[in-house]
T-cell receptor, first 116, second 114 residues
């Protein structure tokens, strides 16, 4: 079975600074996607960023970017210029299963605190 | 706007009760999922459905069943609730056929079993 590991249960960062959340995964698929989801306090889980494994270029969405190391099976999330609204649980996820009906395998989550 | 709704945000039930958690999506998605979220464990898949009346067990199906009679609605049933089923339950949906498409989540139901 596929596994996704987030080794940092909690992280904190000063407002306007940069923080990196780590994630490692294990898959036997040759082509796959990786996702970072954000769950703000008492609010719905939303997608932050996704990376397709065959693309060598790291995905970027505004202040959010990934460092994708395919050989090392590492997929970290970098948040630049941290804002108070970035405080949330962050989950790394990788799909498993047949294409189109794929379930997501999630990591344990990292709780990010932003210090003003 | 994309929307997944869940019938209750908070629910308190007694041990042995039959519990129904409802999820509705308005995006005409084929796939729907039920997850359980516990601290330190992340999200774990209970059941998913890839079409009406079709269902597959996830990683932790014991003690749960599901029903999908209509495309937009996916119900999670706890036949006889137990205290170890106290948890946050998240529903999600996604379209089929696109490997990289995201799952859209509902707001969650925090269930307490006394």
């Amino acid at each position: 079975a596929q596994t996704v590991t987030q080794s940092q249960p909690e992280m904190s960062v000063q407002e306007a600074e940069t923080v990196t959340l780590s994630c490692t995964y294990d898959t036997s698929e040759s082509d796959y996607y990786l996702f970072w989801y954000k769950q703000p306090p008492s609010r719905q889980m939303i997608l932050v960023i996704r990376q397709e494994a065959y693309k060598q270029q790291n995905a970027t969405e505004n202040r959010f970017s990934v460092n994708f190391q395919k050989a090392a099976k590492s997929f970290s999330l970098k948040i630049s210029d941290s804002q108070l609204g970035d405080a949330a649980m962050y989950f790394c996820a990788s799909p498993e299963g047949i294409q189109g009906a794929q379930k997501l395998v999630f990591g344990q989550g990292t709780r990010l605190t932003i210090n003003p | 706007d994309v929307k997944v709704t869940q019938s209750s945000r908070y629910l308190v039930k007694r041990t042995g009760e039959k519990v129904f958690l409802e999820c509705v999506q308005d995006m005409d998605h084929e796939n729907m999922f039920w997850y359980r979220q516990d601290p330190g464990l992340g999200l774990r898949l209970i059941y998913f459905s890839y079409d009406v009346k079709m269902k597959e067990k996830g990683d932790i199906p014991e003690g749960y069943s599901v029903s999908r009679e209509k495309k937009e609605r996916f119900s999670l049933i706890l036949e006889s609730a137990s205290t170890n089923q106290t948890s946050m339950y998240l529903c999600a949906s996604k379209p089929s056929g696109l490997a990289g498409s995201e799952q859209f989540f509902g707001p969650g139901t925090r269930l307490t079993v006394l």
